[in-house]
């Protein structure tokens, strides 16, 4: 608020010029650690960045009550892998983790419907202390291959119940 002419005002009481800032320049990502999207470094155990990848564990958590589990096989190992999973799927799209996500994680291994024994036997061995073991996680998530995560769950259960889930799951069947 201005002060009126007729008061007398001590120097430092006085209003002070304001600083003008230059607009600021452009942004880039030029600093060392910054990825420049879609550039991925590929290979195994490189995980596929993406944002807010931990999502995808409250989501899977949400899919329990559906899941069908064979003998043997743990809930949060089965989760924690098909999180992961799902994460991977997100990342290739370039965007945080969705409930389709999750589906088709699942649906790759069978855990939404009725699976074929040789695919519950690899699933076993596959997802067996997923939710605390990195190797284990690592493996799982390299063994399914990009072209299986880019399809939608419904034609990943399609392709499972046909007899295609070898395919799927990285390697010939048991």
Do not use: K, N
């Amino acid at each position: 608020m201005t002060q009126p002419s007729f008061v007398p005002i001590a120097g430092p009481d006085q209003v002070r010029p304001s600083l003008s800032l230059e607009p600021p320049r452009r942004w880039t990502a030029d600093r060392p650690a910054e990825q420049v999207y879609p550039a991925r470094t590929g290979g195994t155990r490189r995980g596929t960045p993406g944002p807010d990848q931990g999502y995808a564990l409250r989501l899977a958590h949400r899919l329990a009550d559906r899941l069908e589990l064979g003998d043997g096989e743990d809930e949060e190992d089965v989760q924690v892998g098909c999180a992961l999973l799902a994460a991977r799927r997100s990342g290739l799209f370039g965007r945080a983790p969705t409930i389709y996500d999750l589906e088709a994680a699942f649906a790759i291994w069978g855990f939404l419907g009725p699976a074929p024994a040789g695919l519950v036997e690899r699933r076993r061995a596959a997802f067996s202390a997923a939710s605390h073991d990195y190797d284990v996680q690592r493996a799982l998530v390299d063994r399914v291959p990009e072209a299986a995560l880019r399809q939608s769950a419904s034609d990943l259960s399609v392709r499972v119940a046909a007899g295609e889930w070898a395919a799927l799951t990285g390697g010939p069947a048991a």
